[in-house]
């Protein structure tokens, strides 16, 4: 039994066609009758399927079909242009491949840091002892009164040392430290007396 229009709908190709079951076609013809969307959509399939199946309505001008041929003849990929396709895919998975060797080489040569600070630019001095706290990310000068105030277990090690474990310089303290160093230095070499 017919229920909804889309039902109608879903029917209307095999409606037209003749090829529906008896029982059936009454049903869509009795809902056909009392619905006019549904007869609208039915008509409007066969406008249509007569306008598409009309040969006359398609008039190919004069040598359209030689036109079309060569043209697609021409558009046709020659040997070298798949060729050349060909190989800036391997260029191109070459490039890929060779970025993820990198990368994965220079991940391997430097440690993982602990935190997401940027590493010092420079080298610190080879002897610099550090004090580090135990689940920190970074590592202070020995003398540092901040890291010691916490109250958590420390260790005491070089600054290379908690650099290849993952550590990083705490800004205050290595600014203190460049200062004292800086300070040496102007005295060392009589540029200001202080």
Same mark, same amino acid.
């Given at each position: 039994?017919?229920?909804?229009?889309?039902?109608?709908?879903?029917?209307?190709?095999?409606?037209?066609?003749?090829?529906?079951?008896?029982?059936?076609?009454?049903e869509i013809d009795e809902h056909?009758?009392?619905?006019?969307?549904?007869? /609208?959509?039915?008509?409007?399939?066969?406008?249509?399927?007569?306008?598409?199946?009309?040969?006359?309505?398609?008039?190919?001008?004069?040598?359209?079909?030689?036109?079309?041929?060569?043209?697609?003849?021409?558009?046709?990929?020659?040997?070298q242009s798949v060729g050349f396709?060909?190989?800036?895919?391997?260029?191109?998975?070459?490039?890929?491949?060779?970025?993820?060797?990198?990368?994965? /080489?220079?991940?391997?040569?430097?440690?993982?840091?602990? /935190?997401?600070?940027?590493?010092?630019?420079?080298?610190?001095?080879?002897?610099?002892?550090?004090?580090?706290?135990?689940?920190?990310?970074?590592?202070?000068?020995?003398?540092?009164?901040?890291?010691?105030?916490?109250?958590?277990?420390?260790?005491?090690?070089?600054?290379?040392?908690?650099?290849?474990?993952?550590?990083?310089?705490?800004?205050?303290?290595?600014?203190?430290?460049?200062?004292?160093?800086?300070?040496?230095?102007?005295?060392?070499?009589?540029?200001?007396?202080?």
């Amino acid at each position: 039994m017919v229920e909804s229009c889309e039902q109608v709908w879903r029917e209307v190709s095999n409606y037209i066609e003749n090829d529906l079951d008896p029982a059936l076609r009454t049903e869509i013809d009795e809902h056909l009758r009392q619905c006019p969307k549904c007869r /609208s959509v039915l008509e409007g399939t066969r406008n249509i399927i007569q306008l598409y199946g009309d040969e006359r309505l398609f008039d190919m001008p004069l040598g359209f079909s030689w036109r079309l041929r060569h043209k697609l003849a021409g558009a046709r990929p020659t040997w070298q242009s798949v060729g050349f396709g060909w190989l800036a895919a391997a260029a191109a998975m070459m490039l890929i491949v060779g970025g993820f060797v990198l990368a994965n /080489s220079s991940s391997r040569a430097q440690p993982a840091v602990i /935190s997401h600070m940027a590493a010092p630019a420079k080298p610190l001095p080879e002897g610099l002892m550090v004090v580090v706290a135990e689940h920190g990310k970074l590592f202070h000068l020995a003398e540092c009164t901040y890291i010691h105030a916490e109250g958590r277990p420390v260790r005491t090690l070089t600054a290379q040392e908690a650099l290849r474990e993952g550590y990083v310089p705490c800004v205050r303290c290595l600014g203190e430290y460049v200062v004292k160093v800086a300070l040496n230095f102007v005295r060392k070499y009589g540029f200001i007396s202080v």
